[in-house]
């Protein structure tokens, strides 16, 4: 069995996310892999992201694809393979790792803790062409950098420590991957500014953004027009996974609801850090 097989095995994703994964994010990740004889039994990728923590720029990663076959568990291999990662990110200078739990206790016991919950927001019957929307890869070179300075300037302007650092590279490899769900990164603007950038994905038919990112007090328009955009009826909701920069948005037509299970959890690598204390962002993980 190989690294593509066991994560087939073990998360299900379909071949067009498969072969995304393994293609684009093969540059910036490194596997750690434990074989028994010559069947690979156990892996983990360290998948490093550039961030912006306390505005300084550092590279710390991110951990997924931790899987081990069924018949192989519970004999210290993840341990093994998580201790090896955090110590090599940590000699990298990482000051952190981060990861989406799919259970937050496994994680506990290897100085994990929940960093970042979602607050979901469901919208309906609201859609308006207030601003132009359009897929990020249509834009030319010049509207791209525009709609990254956009987003990083949000991220920079909001109350959050720590957040991935956005350039036109992030956005290009984050369409490709969302086009694998059945949607792409969306830029809202007129025709001076960029409003807003989305993140949507499409699936058993229902449309998802997983980020969107406005400035606050122009959240109404961004959302009727995200909405318009997307062509659903005033019968059907939109679900907004994470409405931080739409928090000022209320009124008929939303629902809001807090994740209780951390979206993100983190754990530092250095002596004198302390994950807890930073206020995360790390929303745009598929």
Not at 29 to 34: A, C, E, G, I
Not at 117 to 123: A, V
Not at 210 to 231: N, R, T, W
Request: proline share 2%.
């Amino acid at each position: 069995m190989n690294h593509r097989q066991l994560w087939k095995k073990i998360f299900g994703d379909n071949d067009a996310y498969i072969d995304f994964y393994f293609k684009e994010r093969a540059d910036h990740t490194v596997v750690y892999s434990k074989y028994e004889g010559h069947d690979l039994v156990s892996m983990i990728f360290f998948n490093y992201y550039t961030l912006v923590i306390q505005g300084e720029k550092v590279k710390c990663p991110y951990i997924e694809g931790v899987a081990t076959a069924p018949e192989w568990r519970h004999k210290g291999f993840m341990k093994m393979l998580l201790y090896q990662g955090m110590m090599d990110a940590r000699n990298e200078g990482a000051p952190y790792a981060f990861l989406s739990p799919a259970n937050e206790e496994i994680y506990k016991p290897f100085g994990f803790q929940g960093v970042y919950y979602r607050k979901q927001m469901e919208i309906q019957g609201r859609r308006h062409k207030w601003y132009h929307a359009g897929s990020f890869s249509h834009l030319d070179s010049q509207l791209k950098e525009r709609a990254v300075e956009f987003a990083n300037a949000q991220l920079y302007a909001s109350e959050f420590d720590a957040y991935i650092y956005r350039d036109v590279k992030y956005y290009d490899t984050l369409m490709k991957e969302t086009k694998t769900l059945g949607g792409k990164v969306v830029v809202l603007r007129n025709e001076t500014m960029i409003h807003g950038v989305a993140v949507v994905t499409h699936e058993e038919d229902r449309y998802e953004v997983q980020e969107m990112i406005c400035a606050p007090e122009d959240a109404a328009k961004v959302a009727e027009s995200i909405c318009h955009y997307l062509g659903v009826t005033d019968d059907e909701a939109v679900l907004f996974e994470d409405g931080y920069f739409l928090q000022n948005l209320m009124g008929e037509g939303i629902t809001i609801r807090m994740t209780e299970k951390p979206y993100i959890m983190a754990r530092t690598l250095v002596d004198d850090g302390d994950a807890g204390k930073l206020k995360w962002y790390i929303n745009d993980i598929t």
